[in-house]
């Protein structure tokens, strides 16, 4: 899984703070992320429909649809695909003793739990929305974090 899931996952919890459009540069800021690479990835998740770009001279990002409806398979699959992790590439019938293809009519017990775990995975990321995590942000760090979060982003920086 890259980094950028990471960091657009950071970000769709940020945005449920927001009031008002975020700039991409404010967020790598918040972060202390590549700008640039911040930026490919809010727009894979603006291609996915999760968040769109508003334009003008406070434009920046925000969230397309409530919180509670964003999961994180969303925003993995946004960010990295739908691909499984694994990719079965039928090894048995290779070397010396291979299995004949004509054997092989259902996948080994390798991918079949490969597949379980994965699907198992799917599952886990999408029963948690991105206003889960953000009631886990309040519980762990407290009721204010996103009225701090809120001010600092709402903070001209030394550069604007």
Not at 82 to 91: G, L, N, P, Q
Request: hydrophobic content about 45%; charged content about 20%.
């Amino acid at each position: 899984m890259s980094a950028g899931v990471e960091w657009a996952l950071h970000c769709c919890v940020v945005l449920t703070a927001a009031r008002r459009p975020v700039p991409a540069a404010r967020l790598a800021e918040l972060h202390d992320v590549s700008g640039t690479y911040l930026a490919k990835q809010l727009q894979e998740l603006s291609r996915a429909g999760f968040v769109r770009s508003v334009q003008g001279k406070s434009g920046g990002y925000v969230l397309t649809r409530p919180a509670d409806e964003i999961t994180m398979l969303d925003v993995v699959e946004a960010v990295d695909g739908a691909a499984s992790a694994f990719v079965c590439t039928e090894i048995r019938q290779r070397g010396p003793l291979a299995t004949p293809a004509e054997a092989c009519t259902t996948p080994c017990p390798i991918a079949r739990a490969m597949g379980e775990a994965d699907s198992a995975w799917r599952a886990a990321l999408r029963s948690v929305t991105i206003a889960d995590l953000a009631r886990n942000v309040r519980a762990d760090s407290g009721p204010e974090a996103f009225d701090v979060i809120r001010d600092w982003l709402n903070t001209p920086t030394a550069r604007a």
